[in-house]
């Protein structure tokens, strides 16, 4: 069995009403400025938890404007936010955009490095200031990653900063904090936690020690996402999505994701459409191609979305593929890249675009050309 490196925060809070758990573990640290980086729907639901922190003498400065897919340009304005005020501490409350920029932001604030110097994996020199995260969609996992977004405007192309200390050192998964988000942005966020689960389990680097939580956390989304969809008020749903989400973002660290994400890039970086819903249009396609380079593990993702086994690996491997196919829709995600007012000329670009992001696709249980590239995103037209 192959070494493999399991790196997760010191601190894992799980269950509805947790945040409370949050302000009793700050209290305790001795820390008084806190940066949070919100969104704007957020707000009401933390009120509670910003007062009863200044009640107890927290300085705190809420930022609320990111957007959703934010650029090195962003960031580098938010970095100057949070140094202006002088925090010692960073809380991340929100989507995985928001989460990731709060772990740059705490990465960075003190460094004399520049984000733009440290894309890709292990560029960062040192740990940054004390952060929590606490996710408000199931769907990045970027509360227990060490993976971090960011939309490089230079060449119109998301890239990565991977590093052990992008950690949150405590991640605070409330289910109440998601119980308030849209039916779209549920079945995007839901679809893009699916897609980390699966391209986890059957990528080059999988591993017994991440296959656990791979495995699980695709029996826990493909059997709530639907229900979560339809009824944004469903607790046992909602609990079961933020759980697997958060499973999802325990083997980003470790195994990492592969083709979905790369060809995803491209659509956020030209396009501007969120993570999410990227992930979601592209995985039904990219597991038709990958499916006969791992018809086992393809069989045992189909077993684990709840669907009967066939006579062999190969036809159960093909029921998965189909189920993930009529999931897609049924929870409203675009069938066409057209539907998302992307034109067919772009796939030439958008296939170069996405032969760059190699530090994904050597982890893809097929090799993947540039043709291969043009073919999938062809089929989506």
Not at 104 to 115: E, G, M, P, T
Not at 120 to 149: D, H, Q, Y
Not at 240 to 252: E, K, Q
Not at 255 to 281: C, D, K, M, Q, R
């Amino acid at each position: 069995m192959k070494p493999i490196t399991l790196l997760q925060p010191q601190k894992i809070v799980f269950g509805t009403g947790c945040i409370k758990t949050f302000v009793e573990d700050y209290l305790k640290l001795g820390h008084r400025r806190l940066f949070v980086l919100t969104a704007p729907p957020i707000i009401p639901l933390i009120e509670p938890t910003l007062a009863e922190l200044k009640e107890h003498g927290v300085e705190t400065e809420v930022f609320s404007n990111i957007v959703a897919e934010p650029s090195l340009n962003d960031f580098n304005n938010i970095l100057e936010a949070a140094r202006s005020f002088k925090a010692d501490s960073v809380a991340g409350i929100g989507g995985g955009s928001v989460l990731d920029v709060a772990k740059l932001v705490a990465a960075f604030i003190d460094s004399d490095q520049k984000a733009e110097d440290c894309f890709g994996i292990g560029f960062i020199r040192k740990k940054g200031l004390w952060l929590a995260c606490m996710p408000t969609t199931a769907g990045t996992g970027s509360e227990v990653s060490p993976n971090a977004i960011l939309l490089d405007e230079r060449d119109k192309l998301k890239k990565g900063i991977v590093s052990p200390y992008l950690l949150a050192d405590a991640a605070y998964v409330d289910p109440a904090l998601t119980m308030t988000v849209p039916a779209k942005v549920t079945a995007d966020t839901g679809m893009d936690a699916l897609t980390h689960c699966i391209e986890a389990y059957t990528n080059k680097f999988a591993h017994p020690a991440a296959d656990i939580y791979a495995l699980q956390g695709i029996r826990l989304i493909a059997a709530n996402l639907l229900r979560a969809v339809k009824d944004g008020s469903d607790i046992e749903a909602r609990e079961a999505l933020a759980l697997g989400s958060l499973y999802g973002g325990l083997v980003l660290g470790p195994v990492n994701t592969a083709a979905v994400h790369a060809l995803s890039y491209p659509l956020g970086g030209e396009f501007h459409i969120p993570h999410g819903l990227s992930n979601a249009i592209l995985l039904p396609s990219v597991m038709k191609f990958n499916r006969p380079a791992n018809l086992r593990k393809y069989a045992e993702v189909a077993l684990a979305c709840g669907v009967p086994a066939g006579k062999d690996d190969d036809e159960t491997a093909q029921k998965g593929v189909d189920f993930i196919c009529e999931l897609s829709k049924a929870v409203g995600i675009p069938q066409k890249l057209s539907e998302l007012n992307i034109p067919q000329s772009a796939v030439d670009g958008m296939a170069k675009a996405a032969m760059e992001v190699q530090r994904l696709l050597k982890n893809n249980p097929r090799e993947v050309t540039e043709q291969d590239t043009r073919d999938i995103y062809n089929s989506l037209y």
